[in-house]
């Protein structure tokens, strides 16, 4: 009896919901009076709801705007929109217009956006049950990637790690940012930059930190791995006829991918993980990088998928590593995975952008979200402005990361901020005395 009562809800929002599955790729019909959609592209919540005055249209066919994503849309009476394809949606004089090459699903599940809210998620991506590692959000987590960029070294990730303990702060994970590796695809500690790994990560672990390493799909050209799975036929091919890898472009530099769709690639691919881990002793994984932009309609890979599906399957790599994060995801809602906001500018515009964003990754199954770094985490916005920070938008956005699921350091506070500022960070649920409420 108990777990019948358990699943009336869901029974009543099945009766309730008439569904529409149209093979037909268009569907429009009119929005109502009062009603408000929101759409599952995470990075576009500052811009949401949309309603009867809303012009505008976005192609989720390779592109999710760099963030978290699902091919969804609900609105505040009830109304949902789902297909297991992406598609393109457009507002446009009262009309929501949906073209998309799959079965869509459209209907009702109840009349508020929390019962339409609870239809979707249970139907379409239900909670799994499992989380990612606690440690996530026992603690706040830091990155090294604001104090050392493209300069992460033994040293330096020492000295953070310590200094993280010398202020006040205590240990959580921490996470180590791009360029601790030799080269993309050669997942390996630099030799000359951290000459002694192992006993970093030891030390580390004694001062009470986990420990992540950034990871991504890309292998560079100029590398025995490149050579090994060129031969394997591991890496997406820029055409069918010359069965080359293709060369894709992104923030740094030119670089092949893996093709997951590929068993060997997945192989090779978790077994540089699982070697990190073995032998290190290396945590977890920051996956970054995997959005559908770099997969390009004009590639070849094994299997003959969409740019998000590539997407997809880079994010099911992280299943098998409880402690993970990911910053671009497709269809993954009520998956165990970690995931951040795409990186925010040092602004108040950006801090803003934190709770809707954050209010959003919700709605749409992403349920273990964290609002990007303290601060910032758009690189740019710190270069040269080591004069030029703003200490109470520091203190805001950690108050801000304080209520949300997980919060993560990257510039340190303890560089940046006077006494009174470095204390309403140490008690982020508080308002320190002198600074604006």
Request: net charge negative; aromatic share 12%; charged share 20%.
């Amino acid at each position: 009896m108990k777990n019948l009562i358990s699943t009336l809800p869901l029974i009543f929002a099945l009766i309730s919901c008439s569904t529409l599955q149209s093979q037909n790729p268009t569907i429009s019909f009119k929005i109502l009076n009062g009603e408000y959609w929101q759409s599952g592209v995470v990075n576009q919540a500052p811009n949401m709801p949309y309603d009867q005055n809303t012009d505008y249209d976005f192609q989720l066919l390779g592109n999710i705007d760099g963030n978290q994503a699902q091919p969804l849309l609900i609105s505040n009476k009830g109304r949902y929109v789902w297909s297991e394809a992406p598609f393109e949606f457009r507002f446009n004089r009262g009309v929501l217009q949906i073209n998309g090459g799959a079965k869509i699903d459209t209907g009702s599940a109840g009349k508020t956006l929390r019962e339409v809210q609870y239809y979707v998620r249970q139907t379409y991506f239900p909670a799994s049950g499992q989380l990612p590692d606690p440690e996530l959000f026992a603690h706040p987590q830091y990155n090294t990637w604001i104090e050392l960029n493209y300069n992460q070294n033994q040293a330096d990730v020492l000295k953070y790690a310590r200094a993280i303990l010398d202020n006040g702060f205590p240990a959580g994970v921490l996470m180590i940012d791009d360029t601790w590796q030799e080269n993309y695809g050669v997942w390996d500690f630099h030799p000359r930059r951290f000459p002694r790994p192992k006993e970093m990560i030891d030390e580390l672990h004694q001062l009470g930190f986990k420990v992540m390493v950034w990871i991504c799909p890309f292998v560079s050209p100029d590398s025995k791995e490149f050579r090994e799975l060129e031969k394997q036929r591991a890496l997406i091919e820029k055409d069918a006829a010359s069965r080359e890898p293709l060369l894709v472009k992104w923030w740094n530099g030119y670089s092949a991918e893996l093709d997951f769709s590929t068993p060997d690639a997945v192989r090779w691919f978790r077994e540089r993980l699982d070697f990190l881990q073995r032998h290190y002793g290396v945590d977890g994984f920051k996956f970054d990088a995997g959005d559908p932009e770099y997969y390009p309609a004009s590639s070849v890979s094994k299997e003959k998928i969409t740019a998000n599906r590539h997407t997809e399957l880079f994010a099911q790599i992280g299943l098998s590593y409880p402690l993970n994060e990911y910053r671009a995801c497709w269809k993954m809602g009520g998956q165990p995975l970690a995931q951040r906001l795409r990186d925010k500018a040092h602004s108040w515009e950006d801090l803003q952008k934190l709770i809707p964003g954050m209010a959003l990754a919700g709605l749409t199954g992403y349920t273990f979200s964290c609002p990007d770094m303290i601060g910032g985490g758009e690189i740019g916005s710190f270069w040269g402005a080591a004069n030029n920070l703003d200490q109470d938008l520091i203190v805001r956005s950690a108050q801000c990361s304080a209520i949300m699921p997980m919060m993560q350091f990257s510039v340190a506070p303890w560089r940046v901020l006077d006494s009174v500022h470095l204390d309403a960070v140490k008690k982020p649920s508080l308002c320190a005395p002198g600074l604006p409420r």
